[in-house]
C-alpha cells in the first residue's frame, strides 16, 4: 500500500464510524415513532384482549437471555478480533448466530400462536402496532444474521484486513443496538403490558 | 398456464380514462423516446453511462438538478391545470376536469414540488457546492451519495409512471386517512404516493448522513468550524434536521402501507386506528421538511449577499446562533398545522407560541443581510435580484405565518386559501427564489460558462410580478371563505374573478420559467463567449471560486490550507499584499471508481415499490434479494477507489490553469 | 427624468391597483373580516391587532432594503464603503429585542385567546343554548337536532342571537366544519365527537363549507347556516317534526351511501340515540350476540370515555 492508500484508509475508518453511528441515531428515531405509535394505541383493544391477557413472560425472559448471551458472545468474538485469534473470532460469531437465530425462532413461534388463536395483527390497533413493533426490531435483527453471514465469510476468506475488521465493529455496533431497542420493547411492551 | 398472479392487480384498466391524462401520458412517453432518440443519435450513451455511475458530487449534483428542472415543468404545469380549474369552475360549470382529476392532480402537484423539485434542486446544489467549499475533493461517501441519487430518481419514477398506469393518489400531498386508507381509496394511487415518498425518503436520509459527515470530517486543515461559509452552516443544520426528521416519514408511511397491505389497524377508522396519530407524525416529519427546504436558501442568501454587496457578512456568530435556534424551535412546533383538531387551548397556545417564536431568528437573519449591504457596493447581477425579490416576498409569507400561529386565528383561516397563499408565499419566495439565486451564482463554476443576464433579470421581474398576481387574491379568496382543494364552487360573489386573475398570475410565471429556460438556451449557445476565463467571475470569498471553471474532476490540485473566514478573499488579500505563496507541492490523491451499482439498487428499488403498488409478490421479493445482493457485493469490493499520481495530477492542473487565462 | 418616471409610473399603476381593489372588495363579502357572529368577530379583531403589530417591523425592512438597496449601489462611489465592518452590538440588541418585545406582546394575546376563543368552550349567554349534532357523510352534512328532535341535511336553521352548542362526528373520511361569518373551524372525526360553540348576532344565511378533503365529492359539502327569529326557527321545527320522514337508522344507513344532495332535506328525529349510535359504531367490533348485556355496556362506556374529545 502506498503512503496515499494508507492515509485514506485510516481516515476512511474514522469516517465509517461517524456516519454509522449517526445511521444508528436515525434507526433509533424510527424506532421511537413506532414506539410512540404502540404507546399511544395499545389500549386500542377494539373489543378484544390486551398484553395483560396475551403475552406469556417466561417465554419473553428467555427471549431476552437468548438475545443478551448472543450479544455477550459478540463482544467476545470483537476481543478475539483485538488480538487477531481468527478461530476463536469466527468461533464466537457462530455462537452470536445461533443464540441470535433462536431468538428470532421463538419470536416467530410466539406470532404464530397469537396469529393461530385469532389475534393477528388485522384484529385490533394494539395488534397491529405490538406486531409492527416487535416486527420491526426482528426484521433488523434478520437482517443482522444475514450480515453475520457475510461478515464470517468474509473472515475466512479474506482474514483480518482493514475493511473486514471495520465491518465486524460496525456489526458489532448494530448488535448491541438492537440489544437496547429489545431492553426497551421488554419494559414498554411486555412488562408494562402486564403490570 | 395462469399467469395471473405475475400481474398481480394490474390491469388493461389502469391505463389512463380521461383525455387530459391521457395526453400527459402521452406526452410523458414520447419525451422520453425523444430522449432515447437522441442518445442514439448523437451516439452518447457511453457518454451518458459514465454520468450515470458516476461517484463524483458534481455529477450527481448535475443530475439531481436536471431532475428538478424537469419535474418543476410538470408541476406548473399541474399547476396551469388547478388555475384552469377553478377559473372556470364556477356555479353550474364543472370546469375542464372531473373532480377525481383534479384531486389527483392537486395531489401530485403538492408531492412533486416538494419531493422533487425543493428538495432535489437542495441536494444538486449542495452537491455541486458544499465539497468545493469546504476545501474537499467529494462528500464523505460517494457511493451512498449515488445511491441517494438514484433512489430519488425511482421515486420520482413511480410518481409520473402512475400517470400512465393507474393514477395518482387524490388524497394530498400528505394524505390524510382514513381517506387514504383501504376503505376509501383501495385503489393503486395512494400506493404510489406512498412508495415514491419511502423510496426517495430513504435517499434523503442517506444524504443527510452523508453531508454532515462531510462537513464534521472532510473540512480543509485550518477551516474550523466557525470559519466555515455561512452556507456550510446552514447545510448542517439541515443535514441535523434531516436526520432526526426523516425516520418518522419512514415509520409513519411505512405503518400506513402496513395499513393498507396486511389490514392493519394503525390509522382506520375502525380496529381501534387512530387517525390523529398519523396527522400528529406526519407533521413531526412535516414542519422540519420546510425547514429542511428553506435553511439552504437562507445559506445561499449569506453567500451572495456578502458577495455582491464585496463586503462581509453581517454578525456572522448571530446568523450561526440563528440557525441552531430556527433548527432547535423547528421540532416543537408541529401541532400548528392542525389547531382545528381539538387539542385544547394549552396545547394550543403552547405550538401557537413556540411558531410565533420561530419568527424573531427568522427576521434577525433578514436584518443581518440588509446590513451586510450597508456600506458594501452593490452590484445587481441577477443572484442579487433574486435576493430582493426573497425579501420583498417572503416578508409577506412571513407575517401570514405570524398571523396563523395565533391559534384563535387560525381556527378561521386554516386550511383555507389564505393558507395555501402563505405556505407558496414561502416556499417560493423562500425556497425557489433561493435556488434560483444559487443556480444563478454556481452555474460558471459548475459548467464553465457564466448565464445571460438580461434574460435572468427578466426572469426574476416575471416571478415577482406572476408570483403577486397568482397568490395575492388567494390571501383574499381565503378571508372570503373558500377552503382549499375545490374543484368547483358556488360562488356568492367574487370569487371567479378572483380566481380569473390567480390564473393569469400563474401564466406570468409560467412565463418567467420559459425565460429562465431561454436563458439556459442562449447561455449554451453563447458559451464559447461567456467563457469563465478565470475561475472567480464575481468576485468571490469562498474556496470554490479558487479552482477553475468548470472545477476539474478532482477539485483541487493541491488542498488549500484555510486560515481566515472567507479563506479565499483572504488568499486574494495576501496576493494583494504581496505575501510569498508557497510553491505548489503535489501528491497522489485516491478517487473513487465509477460503479453501476446506485443505478442497479435503484432499479431494484422501484421493482419494490412497483410490486407493492400492484400486489406484485414475485417483484418485490426479487427487488429485495436484489438490493441484498448489490449490498454484499459492493461490500465485498475493496478496490473501490483508484489512484492519481503526482505526476499526472500536474499535468492536468496546469492544464486547466492554462486554459485560463 | 427617466429615473422620476420610473419611480412615478409603478406607483401610479400601483394606486390605480389599490383604487380597483378597494371598489372589488366592497361589493364582495370578505366573511371572515365581516363578521355575522359573536366568534367571528372577535377573531377579526384578533387578525387586525396581529396584522398592525406586524407591520411594526415589514415596514422597516421594505424601507431599509430599498434605500440600502439604491444608496450603496456599486455605481454610487459617494457612499462610504466599509468591507469589514460586519458587527454592530445596538443594532443587534435592537432587531433582537424589538420582535421580542412584540412576539412577547403577541404570545400573551395568542394565549388569552386560545382560551376564550376556545371552540370547547360554551359562550357565557343567559340565553337556553340549542344543542346541534353534527354528522359529516360523504358527501354532505346531516344535522341533528335532539331536543327539538327533528333533522335536516346540508341546512342548518338556528335562532339568532342564541348559543348554539355543537357536537360533530363523521361518517366519512375526516372532515372539518366551517362557517366563516360565525367563527371557528372544527375537524369532524370518526369515532369521535368534538366540540364548537357559535352564534349568530343577528339573521341571515351564512355559508359553510367543510375545510378538509373527503373524496370525489368534497367540493359539493358546501352548506347554509339560516339564522332566523327565534319565531320562524320554532315555526320550523313545528311544520316539521311529525311531518317530515321519521329518520331512524335504517333511513340513515341511506342516507350516508356515497352521494350529493341538491335541495335540503328535513327529518324528524325517530331515534334519540342515532347520533350516539354513529359515533359508537367505529368503535366497536359489530355487536355479537354472545356478550352479554353488562359486557357491551362496560365496553361502551370505556370506549365513550376514551373517544369524547374534551380538550385534552
Known amino acids: 500500500m502506498s503512503q496515499a492508500e494508507r492515509a485514506a484508509e485510516a481516515e476512511q475508518t474514522q469516517t465509517k464510524y461517524l456516519g454509522f453511528w449517526i445511521y444508528l441515531m436515525t434507526d433509533c428515531i424510527l424506532f421511537a415513532s413506532v414506539f410512540a405509535t404502540y404507546i399511544v394505541l395499545r389500549e386500542n383493544t377494539f373489543g378484544g384482549p390486551g398484553g395483560g391477557e396475551l403475552f406469556d413472560m417466561p417465554f419473553v425472559l428467555i427471549q431476552t437471555l437468548l438475545l443478551l448471551t448472543s450479544s455477550f458472545v459478540c463482544g467476545l468474538a470483537l476481543l478475539a478480533a483485538r488480538a487477531r485469534k481468527k478461530a476463536a473470532v469466527i468461533g464466537w460469531l457462530i455462537a452470536t448466530f445461533i443464540f441470535g437465530a433462536a431468538f428470532l425462532v421463538l419470536e416467530l413461534s410466539e406470532f404464530i400462536k397469537l396469529i393461530g388463536e385469532g389475534h393477528g395483527w388485522q384484529a385490533s390497533a394494539f395488534l397491529s402496532s405490538f406486531f409492527t413493533l416487535v416486527g420491526l426490531h426482528g426484521a433488523h435483527i434478520a437482517v443482522g444474521l444475514l450480515w453475520l453471514v457475510v461478515i464470517v465469510w468474509q473472515i475466512m476468506r479474506l482474514g483480518f484486513t482493514a475493511g473486514t475488521t471495520r465491518r465486524l465493529t460496525l456489526f458489532s455496533l448494530f448488535w448491541h443496538f438492537l440489544d437496547v431497542i429489545w431492553i426497551c420493547i421488554f419494559t414498554i411492551v411486555y412488562l408494562m403490558g402486564v403490570l | 398456464m395462469n399467469l395471473d398472479w405475475a400481474l398481480g392487480r394490474l390491469t388493461l384498466d389502469a391505463l389512463p380514462q380521461e383525455l387530459v391524462t391521457q395526453g400527459g401520458a402521452v406526452l410523458m412517453i414520447l419525451s422520453g423516446l425523444a430522449v432515447v432518440a437522441a442518445l442514439f443519435y448523437f451516439k452518447r450513451w457511453r457518454w451518458l453511462w459514465r454520468w450515470l455511475t458516476s461517484l463524483d458530487a458534481k455529477k450527481i449534483g448535475v443530475m439531481y438538478v436536471v431532475v428538478a428542472v424537469i419535474m418543476m415543468l410538470r408541476g406548473l404545469a399541474d399547476a396551469l391545470m388547478i388555475r384552469a380549474q377553478q377559473a372556470l369552475a364556477a356555479g353550474d360549470s364543472t370546469g375542464l376536469f372531473s373532480s377525481d382529476t383534479v384531486q389527483q392532480v392537486f395531489s401530485a402537484h403538492g408531492t412533486i414540488m416538494i419531493f422533487f423539485v425543493a428538495m432535489g434542486l437542495m441536494f444538486g446544489l449542495i452537491n455541486l457546492v458544499l465539497p468545493l467549499m469546504l476545501g474537499a475533493r467529494d462528500v464523505a461517501f460517494p457511493f451512498v451519495n449515488s445511491v441517494s441519487f438514484w ?14 398506469l393507474g393514477g395518482f393518489s387524490p388524497g394530498g400531498w ?62 448542517l443544520v439541515t443535514t441535523l434536521l434531516i436526520i432526526f426528521a426523516f425516520p418518522i416519514l419512514t415509520a409513519t408511511l411505512g405503518m400506513l402501507s402496513l395499513d393498507r397491505l396486511m389490514d392493519m389497524h394503525f390509522f382506520t377508522s375502525d380496529g381501534g386506528g387512530n387517525p390523529m396519530m398519523y396527522i400528529n407524525l406526519i407533521w413531526a416529519w412535516g414542519h422540519p421538511e420546510v425547514y429542511i427546504l428553506v435553511l439552504p436558501a437562507f445559506g445561499i442568501f449569506s453567500e451572495v449577499v456578502a458577495t455582491f454587496s464585496r463586503k462581509k457578512l453581517f454578525g456572522y456568530g448571530t446568523m450561526v446562533w440563528a440557525l441552531f435556534g430556527i433548527t432547535f424551535l423547528s421540532f416543537i412546533v408541529w401541532l400548528h398545522h392542525f389547531f382545528t383538531m381539538g387539542a385544547g387551548a394549552n396545547v394550543n397556545a403552547f405550538f401557537g407560541i413556540t411558531t410565533m417564536i420561530i419568527a424573531i431568528p427568522t427576521g434577525v437573519k433578514i436584518f443581518n443581510w440588509i446590513f451586510t449591504m450597508y456600506r458594501g457596493r452593490v452590484r445587481f447581477s441577477v443572484p442579487m435580484l433574486w435576493f430582493m425579490a426573497f425579501v420583498i416576498t417572503f416578508t409577506i409569507g412571513g407575517v401570514s405565518g405570524v398571523l396563523m400561529s395565533v391559534p384563535a386565528i387560525d381556527f378561521q383561516v386554516h386550511n383555507s386559501l389564505f393558507l395555501v397563499a402563505h405556505f407558496h408565499n414561502v416556499i417560493i419566495g423562500g425556497v425557489i427564489f433561493g435556488f434560483f439565486a444559487g443556480l444563478n451564482y454556481w452555474f460558471p463554476k459548475v459548467f464553465g460558462f457564466t448565464l445571460h443576464e438580461g434574460l435572468g433579470k427578466l426572469s426574476v421581474y416575471a416571478w415577482i410580478v406572476g408570483f403577486m398576481v397568482a397568490f395575492l387574491p388567494l390571501y383574499a379568496l381565503g378571508l372570503m371563505g373558500v377552503t382549499r382543494r375545490l374543484d368547483h364552487y358556488t360562488d356568492p360573489g367574487g370569487w371567479q374573478v378572483l380566481f380569473i386573475v390567480a390564473g393569469v398570475g400563474v401564466l406570468i410565471i409560467a412565463l418567467g420559467a420559459g425565460l429562465q429556460i431561454l436563458q439556459l438556451i442562449v447561455s449554451i449557445w453563447q458559451r464559447k463567449k461567456r467563457r469563465d476565463t478565470t475561475g472567480d467571475p464575481w468576485d468571490g470569498r469562498t474556496l470554490e471560486w479558487s479552482v477553475p471553471s468548470p472545477a476539474p474532476f478532482y477539485n483541487f490540485a493541491i488542498t488549500p490550507k484555510v486560515t481566515e473566514r472567507d479563506a479565499f478573499w483572504e488568499q486574494k488579500e495576501a496576493i494583494k499584499r504581496h505575501e510569498k505563496q508557497e ?20 432499479g431494484f428499488a422501484f421493482c419494490i415499490g412497483f410490486g407493492l403498488i400492484w400486489h406484485m409478490w414475485w417483484l418485490v421479493a426479487l427487488g429485495l434479494v436484489g438490493v441484498i445482493v448489490c449490498v454484499i457485493v459492493r461490500c465485498s469490493n475493496d478496490t473501490v477507489e483508484y489512484e492519481l499520481s503526482a505526476t499526472e495530477l500536474e499535468k492536468f492542473d496546469k492544464q486547466y490553469r492554462r486554459q485560463h487565462a | ?6 419611480i412615478i409610473l409603478p406607483l401610479i399603476l400601483i394606486g390605480m391597483l389599490a383604487a380597483g381593489g378597494f371598489v372589488f372588495f366592497q361589493s364582495v363579502d370578505v366573511a371572515v373580516l365581516n363578521p355575522q357572529g359573536e366568534i367571528a368577530d372577535k377573531q377579526r379583531t384578533l387578525l387586525l391587532f396581529a396584522s398592525a403589530l406586524s407591520l411594526i417591523i415589514i415596514i422597516p425592512v421594505y424601507m431599509l432594503l430599498v434605500f440600502f438597496a439604491w444608496r450603496y449601489r456599486d455605481s454610487n462611489k459617494k457612499a462610504a464603503y466599509r468591507p469589514n465592518w460586519a458587527n454592530n452590538k445596538w443594532l443587534e440588541i435592537t432587531w433582537w429585542g424589538i420582535p421580542c418585545i412584540l412576539i412577547a406582546i403577541l404570545a400573551v394575546v395568542a394565549y388569552r385567546t386560545s382560551h376564550e376563543l376556545d371552540q370547547f368552550r360554551p359562550l357565557d349567554s343567559d340565553v337556553k343554548p340549542v344543542e346541534v349534532q353534527v354528522v359529516a357523510l360523504q358527501w354532505k352534512w346531516l344535522f341533528i337536532y335532539p331536543e327539538q328532535q327533528v333533522a335536516s341535511v346540508n341546512l342548518m336553521p338556528v335562532p339568532e342571537k342564541t348559543p348554539i352548542n355543537l357536537s360533530l362526528t363523521s361518517d366519512a373520511p375526516m372532515n372539518a366544519f366551517w362557517v366563516p361569518s360565525l367563527g371557528s373551524q372544527m375537524y369532524a372525526m370518526s369515532g369521535m365527537s368534538s366540540k364548537l360553540h357559535i352564534l349568530a348576532n343577528h339573521t341571515g344565511d351564512f355559508n359553510g363549507s367543510s375545510a378538509n378533503i373527503s373524496g370525489e365529492g368534497f367540493a359539493d359539502m358546501a352548506f347554509t347556516v339560516r339564522s332566523q327569529t327565534r319565531e320562524d326557527f320554532d315555526a320550523w321545527v313545528d311544520a316539521t317534526r311529525g311531518h317530515a320522514e321519521g329518520l331512524d337508522m335504517t333511513l340513515y344507513e341511506e342516507l350516508a351511501k356515497p352521494g350529493t344532495v341538491d335541495q335540503p332535506v328535513f327529518y324528524t328525529l325517530a331515534d334519540a340515540q342515532l347520533y350516539d349510535k354513529i359515533v359508537m359504531k367505529y368503535m366497536m367490533p359489530p355487536a355479537s350476540d354472545e356478550k352479554s348485556e353488562d359486557e357491551q355496556d362496560h365496553e361502551s362506556h370505556d370506549a365513550h370515555m376514551g373517544h369524547e374529545m374534551e380538550g385534552m
Open chain 3, 1 to 6: 427624468m427617466k429615473t422620476a418616471l420610473k
Open chain 2, 151 to 164: 433512489l430519488f430518481a425511482v421515486g420520482m419514477v413511480l410518481a409520473n409512471v402512475s400517470l400512465v
Open chain 2, 583 to 602: 510553491k505548489p507541492k503535489y501528491q497522489s490523491i485516491m478517487l473513487p471508481k465509477n460503479s453501476s451499482i446506485g443505478l442497479i439498487v435503484g
Open chain 2, 174 to 235: 400528505l394524505g390524510y386517512p382514513p381517506l387514504t386508507e383501504m376503505a376509501y381509496n383501495p385503489g393503486p394511487g395512494v400506493d404510489y404516493w406512498i412508495w415514491a415518498l419511502q423510496i426517495a425518503g430513504v435517499g434523503s436520509l442517506l444524504s443527510g448522513i452523508n453531508f454532515l459527515v462531510t462537513i464534521l470530517k472532510k473540512r480543509a486543515p485550518g477551516m474550523t468550524l466557525m470559519k466555515m461559509p455561512l452556507f456550510a452552516w446552514s447545510i
